[in-house]
């Protein structure tokens, strides 16, 4: 396509989506800091306690935090509510309002750190 303009060649720059999207990130908000699974699981851990008693499971939260939440970036109660409805595990309201308030105590908690809630898996590790 440029064999005619060999000079067009050396102004040409190859990245991966990923990469664009980090350079985007940085000029915009600065160097982007994303928190570990291990990190996300241990403020998984926290927010559900501090939800106090319920009966949903560490991995059914963190399966739900990158499924839904994260990887539809929901920032809301009312999106969570509509992402939710296509899920093969249904719950009842009251279920899903509790599920949702563990993940707005993540979500605090990665703001108060400055990490962005994103898994290894969408970084491109």
Do not use: C
């Not at 996300?40 to 501090?50: C, D, G, K, M």
């Not at 279920?95 to 491109?124: C, H, M, N, P, Y």
């Amino acid at each position: 396509m440029i064999s005619s303009e060999p000079r067009l060649g050396e102004r040409i720059e190859v990245a991966s989506l990923n990469t664009v999207a980090q350079r985007l990130y940085q000029v915009e908000f600065g160097v982007a800091t994303f928190a570990t699974e291990l990190e996300i699981r241990a403020l998984l851990a926290e927010s559900s306690q501090a939800a106090g008693d319920h009966e949903l499971t560490a991995r059914f939260l963190l399966t739900e935090w990158r499924d839904v939440v994260d990887a539809w970036q929901l920032a809301s109660w009312e999106a969570y509510r509509v992402k939710r409805l296509g899920r093969k595990t249904r719950l009842p309201e009251q279920q899903r309002a509790v599920q949702w308030s563990i993940f707005e105590r993540l979500r605090s908690a990665l703001a108060a750190k400055s990490l962005i809630g994103g898994t290894d898996a969408q970084q491109g590790r």
